[in-house]
Structures are given as C-alpha cells and as structure tokens.
C-alpha cells in the first residue's frame, strides 16, 4: 500500500517537472531566446511537423510524406541561426507570441525508451500577434515529445507537431512549436 | 467594357494604365482594389488555363483531390476507365456539395441532402425514389458539370472556364520548350510528392506573379539571411548583375522564365552523379534543350496568370550538408483583392532513388512552402504592398510604381541574338521586362482584349511570332 502510494507520488514529481521544463522551454520560444532553447535540444533530435490531411472518415490523419519541418539537429540548428541574420525580415520586428501548454501527459509505455527517457504529450496553442495591427491568430497543435534526462532538465530527442489546420492561416512559419 | 455603359472610375483608371505601362510604371492602387478583383475574376481567371494539379496527385482510378478555379470548387478525379475529370462540386439536383473530403478514393460521390449520387465520371447513377418522385426526369442530363475544358500537358492538368479560346498547346506555345526540360530530364519524368501545401495570405495575387516573372533584384537583399548563412550559392542567391554566371530572363509567348547556370559546363542543376548519369536522359529532348539543362544552376519562371516554379540547385538545409536541388510548383489563387491562398507542391524524378527523392523533398521545404528558408521572407512583403495599396494615398497622389529597370533610357540591355532557344533572352537578369510583360497581358485582358495583343517589350517585335 505504502509502496503503491510512493510510485504514484513518484509519477506525480516527474509530471511535475516535466511540466516545469515545458512551460519554461515556451517561456524561452516567446521570449525568442532561440539559441537558449536550442540548448535543450539533442543532438540526434528529429523534429517533424507533417501536414495534416483532412479525410472523409478520420479525424486525424497526416501525411506519411509531405510535412512542413522534418529536422535533424544541423537543419534545425541552421533555421534558428537564421534568425541572427539582420535579413531574416519574417521575424524583424519578431512576431509576437504566447504559447499556453495544457494537458501534459507522462507514459512510459511506448517502445524504443531508455531508462532515462519519457514519452510526453501536451496540447499546445499559441498566440500570434504581427506588427502593429490589431490582428492575431492561432495555432493549436498537439505535440508527442520524447524527453531525455539531462541533467537536473531535460532535451528534446523527438517532437512531433500535429497542427490542427489542414490549410494555414499565417503568411508563413517563422517560430518553432 | 460593354459600349453605352458610363464607364466606372475602375475602368477610367484602367484606360490610363495603358499609357502608364508605356512608361515602364503600374499604379499602386492595382495592387487592392474590389472593382479590378471582380474584373480579374471574370476575364482573367475565367478566361485563362489555370493549373489544377499534377496527375501524379491521383494515381488510381476513383483518386480525388478538391481543387478550385477562383471561387469555384471542383472535383479533381480520375475514373474508373482512368481518365482524368474535373467535375464541378455541386449536386444537380439542389446544389449542396457532394465531396467531402479534401482527398480520398471514391467509385461514386453521394450527395449529403437527398442522395442523389454521380459515378466517379460524373454521371448520376442513382436517385432515391425515382420511379416515383422524378419519374419522367433523363439522369442522363443530370450528372455533375465538367468544366468546359480540360487539358494535360506533361501530367500537369489545367483548366479553363472559358468554353473557347486558345487551347492548352496554344496558350503554353512554345514556352513548353523550357517547361520540357524540367519534365522531361529524367527518364520517366517527375511526380508530385506528398499534398500541396496550402495557406492563405493577405496580400494581392499580383505581387506573387510580379515576383516569380523575373524579380532577381531582389534575392539577394530579401534572402541575405540564406547567403550569410551559406544555405545557397552566391550565384543562386547572389546579386542580380554582378555574377560570373549566365544569366538570362527569358520571355516567351506571354510567359517567363529567368536561368543561371555556367556556360559549357556540366551543372544539371547540382542533381548528383548518379541520378545525371542513371536517370536524365536526351530522348524527348533537343541538343539545345540538353545544352541548357547541362548548363543550369536555376531556373525561376511563370505560366501566365497563376502559375510559378523554381527549380533550384546549390541549396542546403544545413550548410555542413552538401548541397542538392528542389523542383517546385506553385499556383497563387486570388480570393479578394487583398487575400490570396497559396498552394505549393513540391515534386522530384519519378523513378529516382526514394532517398533522394526525400532529400529532394526536403530541400523544397527548407527553402519553400510557408516554413521555408525563402519563402518566410517573401510573404510578409508582399502583404506590406497590398496595405500601401489600399487606402486613399494610392490613388488619390496617383502613386506608380517603377518598373523601368531594363528600358532602353535605364541601362544597356542587350538580347542575346545566339540564344538556343525560342522566345527571347535579355543578357543579363538586372531588368523588370517579365513583370511588364505580365502586366501588360494583364491589362489587355482586363480590357476585353486578347493576352497577346501585349506590347512594350520586344516579345511583338520579334518577326513570325
Ligand atoms: S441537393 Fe443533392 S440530392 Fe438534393
Ligand atoms: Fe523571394
């Protein structure tokens, strides 16, 4: 009895930190400290955002081909660099954000875990706010993270961006999710 | 404009753009403006071939795509005897739309309201109650609308609602010379990979299409990001005028494209070895036609009105990776005066190896399509010009915008009288004769007249054209 309740306190603390990392981790996207987030990323990260499909039968498919992002840590690395570019005119002046992570999720279940690996799952929407008009709009997504210990944190060693919008409504994509 | 009508102050305006072109200028205000959106809807979209997809995109019978010519959806599908269709979305009996979904696979469409329902062809093959409810009703008569003309050229299917006019070859003419060469290079051809992407933008379709008919001043100030990062070559992204390249902007037959490459060196677009040396292949094209492809290191381009494409070498999405090339399709879908929805594909050699077809892949959108290292730069540009467009400012100062780069009394510009293929070439890419030519054809369009009563560049002044 005693032990049961201290694996579930367990479960509790880790829910909890990973919680923390993913709400700092989009404290640091906002803020655009882009290369400070990329710190947190590992150095075999696949990163992918594929394109949602809007079928007749099935609410959530995506294409097994076509994507927006489908990173390695070089490729990602090299779009966040971009960014120091005076020219990088998507981001001058930066795009205004704010990202609200709700329903974190921990299992461990899924196949191919280390030890020190967590298989997560979070909601995601997040604010969008350009130049100085009063427009904004959103995107909601939810993400499947593997988060590898590092440390007293944790990097990201997989993400997967699952958009909720077949046909985007931004002029581009110029933040990371 | 229909004679005895008081003209309206769009179409005053649109009689002083003539004279406007002649100078080498275009009025900002074209760029938002609801009377010349409704104009461009009716004479130029609904009179044009407008690209519909690639017949990659449905490969078997029963494959659909819905796809859409101005406001006007349609059914992209390929039926069960193969052949591909364009139907247009709407049940014969009251109208509701009876495709679904934004893909799939379907042998018949059924409508959601009384259930009516069409063969994949568009025939009606079933109407509830029948005998009964409808019994002296021919459902032969009843089937879906196919759109008045369709044609394939190369796999890229396009359409017109006009149910006369030039046809596909026509109005492609001889710029299917340049558009050969992209398709057929490597043996089998090139397919379309994954779904278009897609995404609505606030800014005026004609911003795009000025932009892909030959606007190489710009690349390297609006995507120094991609040069400093040495994501792309100084001469695929480098100053216009200023290379050791070849550099030419072609126009031909109302159409556009803009190369540079090496002269006599084996280039091929920085495809990699094998794929030049198992796959591309001299059948289906001419010495000169392979000469060019030999040659090239890009090639940016334009099909009058709403189609682009950018086949690029020496680009990388990491610049510790070598570098490989992307081929992509595009087409810009006007949805009001100051909105438009883009759609973009992303394509690679049919029969080459998966692994570099996903390479491939990956280029285009680590370049292209909304995420892409390019492209985030562009569209908020564009956006900006269509705002300047659309208050009192424009019009009330009678704002032009210039376009005179190239004229005769602006710099030396030379044709290139050896040029290898039909159309001409301007020797260098530091002129705006693309985006005149656009205009122009947009304007005589507008005026009820034919695209190629065009004037202004040496496109008519070229003899047996
Ligand atoms: S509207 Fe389609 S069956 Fe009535
Ligand atoms: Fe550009």
């Not at chain 1, 906002?30 to 075999?44: G, I, P, Q, S, T």
């Not at chain 2, 292209?368 to 424009?394: H, M, R």
């Amino acid at each position: 009895m005693l032990a049961e309740r201290e694996s579930q306190l367990e479960a509790l603390l880790v829910e909890r930190e990973v919680e923390q990392f993913l709400y700092e981790e989009a404290e640091l996207l906002d803020n655009r400290e882009l290369h400070e987030w990329f710190d947190h990323v590992a150095d075999d990260v696949n990163y992918r955002m594929p394109r949602r499909l809007m079928r007749e039968n099935t609410s959530s498919v995506f294409s097994e081909q076509g994507y927006y992002f489908n990173e390695d840590y070089g490729s990602l690395k090299a779009r966040v660099e971009r960014f120091d570019s005076e020219y990088a005119w998507a981001e001058r002046p930066p795009t205004r954000t704010r990202r609200y992570v709700t329903n974190v999720r921990v299992t461990r279940e899924t196949e191919d875990l280390t030890e020190d690996e967590l298989f997560v799952e979070s909601n995601l929407l997040v604010y969008l706010s350009r130049g100085d008009s009063d427009e904004h709009t959103f995107y909601s997504a939810r993400r499947e993270d593997v988060l590898r210990r590092r440390g007293d944190t944790f990097e990201i060693a997989d993400r997967e961006i699952r958009l909720d919008q077949t046909v985007l409504s931004t002029d581009n994509v110029s933040i990371f999710l | 404009m229909a004679a005895g009508d008081k003209p309206s102050a769009t179409e005053r305006a649109l009689q002083d753009a003539r004279d406007s072109l002649d100078e080498g200028f275009f009025p900002l205000e074209f760029f938002h403006d609801e009377d010349l959106h409704d104009l461009e809807m009716e004479r130029i979209i609904g009179q044009s071939w407008v690209f519909i997809g690639h017949e990659s995109e449905i490969p078997e019978p029963g494959d659909y795509a819905r796809r859409y010519i101005g406001d006007d959806t349609f059914i992209f599908v390929r039926d069960e005897s193969g052949e591909v269709n364009l139907l247009f979305d709407s049940c014969r009996h009251r109208g509701a739309q009876v495709c679904r979904a934004e893909q799939g696979n379907t042998s018949h469409f059924r409508c959601p309201y009384h259930g009516w329902t069409y063969k994949n062809d568009g025939e009606a093959a079933g109407i509830p109650q029948k005998s009964k409810a409808f019994k002296n009703l021919d459902r032969s008569e009843y089937g879906l609308a196919h759109v008045p003309r369709l044609e394939s050229y190369e796999g890229l299917v396009f359409a017109s609602l006009a149910e006369e006019g030039p046809s596909l070859d026509e109005w492609l003419g001889d710029f299917k010379w340049y558009f050969d060469v992209h398709m057929k290079l490597p043996e089998g051809g090139m397919e379309v990979i994954g779904e278009p992407h897609r995404w609505v933008i606030d800014a005026n379709w004609k911003t795009i299409a000025d932009n892909f008919n030959g606007d190489s001043y710009h690349t390297a100030w609006a995507h120094g990001s991609v040069l400093d990062l040495e994501l792309g070559g100084e001469e695929t992204v480098g100053h216009a005028g200023t290379g050791d390249s070849l550099d030419r902007h072609i126009h031909c037959d109302g159409h556009t494209t803009s190369m540079r490459g090496f002269e006599g060196e084996d280039v091929f677009l920085t495809y990699p070895d094998e794929v030049v040396e198992d796959l591309f292949t001299r059948e289906g094209l001419s010495d000169a036609q392979w000469q060019l492809a030999r040659q090239a290191l890009s090639f940016t381009g334009a099909i009058f009105p709403n189609f682009g494409f950018l086949h690029f070498g020496d680009t990388t999405d990491d610049p510790e990776k070598d570098v490989a090339p992307f081929f992509t399709i595009r087409k810009w879908r006007p949805l009001g005066p100051d909105q438009m929805e883009l759609w973009s594909w992303g394509l690679a050699p049919k029969n080459a190896p998966e692994e570099f077809k996903q390479r491939m892949y990956k280029m285009y959108t680590a370049n292209f399509g909304p995420t892409g290292n390019f492209e985030q730069d562009d569209v908020p540009i564009w956006k900006g010009i269509t705002d300047s467009a659309s208050g009192q400012f424009a019009s009330s100062q009678n704002l032009q915008l210039n376009y005179q780069m190239g004229l005769e009394w602006m710099s030396e510009m030379d044709i290139d009288e050896e040029w290898l293929g039909p159309g001409f070439a301007y020797s260098e890419n530091l002129e705006e004769g693309g985006m005149r030519l656009f205009h122009e054809q947009w304007y005589e369009m507008l005026a009820g007249n034919d695209r190629t009563d065009a004037t202004g560049t040496p496109i008519n002044l070229q003899e047996d054209r």
